[in-house]
Each structure stands twice: as C-alpha cells, then as structure tokens.
C-alpha cells in the first residue's frame, strides 16, 4: 500500500542537542512538506520541496533544517537553534500541478518530539 | 496574521443531528480549500475539498459549501455519527505559479458527538 512513513513515532532529545525526524514515502508524488502543530494551534509550515535537490523555507523554517536527495525521502533536523522544539510533528507529501489548485495531499502519522 | 480563521474551538452536537463547522479565510488569493480529519496522535486524514469556481461539493455525509464573497466556508455532517469526533482542520491553498507552496491551516475545531 502507498503511504507516507515517519519515524520515530516518539522521539527525546537533550537540550543543545541535533535530532532528525524521518519521513519515506512511495506515493511517487513530487513535493513533500514539514509541518509542526502545537496545542491549540494550526499545523504550520517548517519546509517544503518540490523537486529532488530543491526545498524552500516555509513559515517557521528557523531552527530546523532538511534535506531532498531523494524524491522519497525529506528528513527534517531540528537543530539546537530552535527555541521551543517540543512539538507533534507532520510530513505530507502532494502531486504537484503546474495549472491550478494542489491535489492530494497525504499526511503521515506524525512524530511527537519532547525536549528534556 | 492569521489568513484562515476557524473562530469556534469546539462544538458540542447530538449524535444523528447536523454539525456545522465554518471557517474564515482573508487571502483572496485561495482557490482551493480542503478540510482534515485529526484523531489525537494521528495525521490528519483528507475529507473533502472544494474548488473556487464551485460553491457546493458533496461527498455522502459531507457537504462543503464556499461564500467566496463573504470569504466563508463551511463544512456540513449529516447525520453526524459517534466515530466524527476529532478535530476538523480547514486549510486553503492557491495556485503560485511554482512559487510559494504548501496549505495554510486554521486553527481547528473540536467537534464532540454526543450520544
């Protein structure tokens, strides 16, 4: 079956420390996003590629980083720089249209990060 | 500045009644809005979209109706059912031409299906 895979599901990370989240998918779809959600609040954009070799910053791109070598896979390491990295974290991944309106985005499980 | 706005954080219907989740946009840009599904600890899950040339799309029990005048969704379920409790995301996009990328969500609403 075709789907989007995160892991871990939970993740802990020291304080100051480098963690990378991974996200696989075999959807063949061409772009895939990080997006971070918080209680109360909307899933908000982190990252986003569209093709292999290229991402751009989302809305809260501070403090993480990714990287897309491959059309599959969009790891996403959140890095000692970002403030307040105790979140549930979201991987999607789309088909992307040149004329009109994105279709079929898809969502993995997710992965909950606590700093301790 | 919140672009897509779902000003009610829950809402609390009888089991077999409608539930009517609205939503609010400011981005005249959006052309395309989509709602989401959330259980706890769960990816959201695709409901139903709609189309800015469109002002009504239907799909069983859902209904999404858009006010592009009054930059207003809203999401229809009938009869709601015990398994619709979770949190319901409205999320909007627009067609940029390769350029910026990605939905924007509101906030959610918790919709709570009372037996």
């Known amino acids: 079956d075709g789907g989007i895979t995160q892991s871990p599901k939970y993740l802990f990370r020291k304080e100051g420390q480098n963690v990378t989240l991974s996200c696989e998918q075999n959807?063949?779809?061409?772009?895939m996003y990080w997006y971070r959600q918080d209680p109360g609040q909307g899933l908000r954009l982190i990252y986003y590629?569209?093709?292999?070799?290229?991402?751009q910053k989302g809305d809260i791109a501070e403090g993480y980083s990714v990287s897309r070598e491959k059309k599959e896979s969009f790891p996403l390491t959140v890095t000692s720089a970002q403030k307040n990295p105790t979140a549930f974290y979201l991987c999607?991944?789309?088909?992307?249209?040149?004329?009109?309106?994105?279709?079929?985005?898809?969502f993995g499980s997710g992965t909950r990060l606590t700093v301790v | 500045d919140q672009q897509v706005k779902q000003n009610s954080p829950s809402l609390s219907v009888q089991e077999g009644r409608i539930s009517i989740l609205n939503c609010d946009y400011t981005?005249?840009?959006?052309?395309?809005f989509l709602w989401y599904k959330k259980y706890p600890a769960e990816g959201p899950t695709f409901l139903i979209s709609i189309s800015s040339i469109k002002d009504k799309n239907e799909d069983g029990r859902f209904t999404v109706f858009l006010n592009k005048s009054a930059k207003h969704l809203s999401l229809h379920i009938v009869p709601s059912q015990p398994g619709d409790s979770a949190v319901y995301f409205c999320a909007a996009s627009m067609y940029s031409g390769g350029g910026a990328d990605g939905l924007t969500f509101g906030k959610g609403t918790h919709l709570i299906i009372q037996p």
């Open positions: 590629s569209q093709i292999v070799n290229d991402f």
């Open positions: 959807l063949n779809h061409d772009a």
């Open positions: 999607a991944s789309s088909i992307f249209q040149v004329q009109g309106a994105r279709r079929g985005y898809t």
């Open positions: 981005n005249s840009m959006f052309d395309y």
